[in-house]
Every structure is written in C-alpha cells, then in structure tokens.
C-alpha cells in the first residue's frame, strides 16, 4: 500500500452532448490536467455510456458528470446521473495502458476511488443545493457549481 497523496482535481468545462449538459472533471496521479487524449477518447464513448439511463424505468435530468482519471492501473472514466430525485447512477470504465478502449469496470460492484469521491462529493452536495432544496430546481447554477482541488 502506498502513502495517501493528493492529485489535482481540475473542472474541465460543461459541454453538451447531444440534449445532455456534462460537467467535466480531470485527475491525474501523473500531471496536472488528464492527458487530451483520453478526454477525446470518452467523448467518443458518450451514446454508448448514456444509453445505460435507461436501465432503470426513472427520470433522469440529462445532466452528467463524467471524470476522467488517469492512475496507477491506467486511465479511468467514472460517468454518473442523478435519476428519479436524488438517487445516483454510475458506471465506471478503464483503459489500460496500451489499449486505446475504455471497458465497463463496475459490472462487479465498483464504485469509486478516495480522489473520485470528493468530485462525488461536492457533485452530491452542489445536487442538494441548487436542486432538491429549491422551489424549482437552479440547473444553470448547479451547472455552473464545480471543485477545484490543488496540491
């Protein structure tokens, strides 16, 4: 087991992806900010990652949070949605070094890491706080709602 050490966590930017809205999110155990490469790469992957909305027969907000994480067992993407009010749905993918192919992660039950989860974290508390604690719900300010960690 290796000592605990902070990665920067960096917001990307909000983009939409066909009638979503994502908030992007980078950290890397190696530089600053994830590789372009591996931000490129998940883009590509969005039709198939949003498609799992479906899944569940709830309402889903067409607002995600997809984090790019590259680590020690290669370059991870943890994409999540609140659906049906205030419940989370995630999935999590890696690719290995050498490939060039994100592959579903968390079919066995994972979940997330101790640097994924403070994105989470803020991601959950920003949820509560421009959304279910409101009349109607602030998209543009919980879009607008993101963590910057440095180290």
Same mark, same amino acid.
């Not at 067992?73 to 994409?79: D, H, L, P, R, W």
């Not at 509560?128 to 300010?141: S, T």
């Given at each position: 087991?290796?000592?605990?050490?902070?990665?920067?966590?960096?917001?990307?930017?909000? &983009?939409?992806? /066909?009638?979503?809205?994502?908030?992007?999110?980078?950290?890397?155990?190696?530089?600053? /900010?994830?590789?372009?490469?591996? =931000?490129?790469?998940?883009?590509?992957?969005?039709?198939?990652?949003?498609?799992?909305?479906?899944?569940?027969? !709830?309402?889903?907000?067409?607002?995600?949070?997809? +984090?790019?994480?590259?680590?020690?067992?290669?370059? &991870?993407?943890? =994409?999540?949605?609140? +659906?049906?009010?205030?419940?989370?749905?995630? &999935?999590?993918?890696?690719?290995?070094?050498?490939?060039?192919? &994100?592959?579903?992660?968390?079919?066995?039950?994972?979940?997330?890491?101790?640097?994924?989860?403070?994105?989470?974290?803020?991601? /959950?508390?920003?949820?509560?706080?421009?959304? !279910?604690?409101?009349?109607?719900?602030?998209?543009?300010?919980? !879009?607008?709602?993101?963590?910057?960690?440095?180290?």
């Amino acid at each position: 087991m290796q000592a605990y050490k902070e990665r920067p966590v960096r917001f990307v930017e909000v &983009f939409q992806h /066909r009638e979503w809205q994502i908030k992007l999110y980078s950290i890397s155990i190696h530089n600053e /900010r994830v590789a372009d490469k591996n =931000i490129i790469l998940a883009k590509t992957k969005l039709d198939e990652w949003l498609e799992k909305c479906r899944e569940y027969n !709830l309402k889903s907000y067409q607002i995600a949070t997809l +984090i790019i994480h590259e680590g020690r067992e290669g370059c &991870f993407a943890i =994409i999540s949605w609140w +659906i049906d009010e205030n419940m989370l749905q995630l &999935f999590v993918y890696l690719k290995v070094e050498g490939s060039e192919e &994100f592959v579903l992660f968390s079919d066995r039950g994972m979940v997330s890491c101790v640097w994924e989860m403070a994105v989470l974290w803020h991601e /959950r508390n920003a949820w509560v706080k421009h959304v !279910l604690k409101c009349n109607e719900p602030d998209w543009d300010a919980y !879009l607008g709602d993101h963590i910057n960690i440095n180290t």
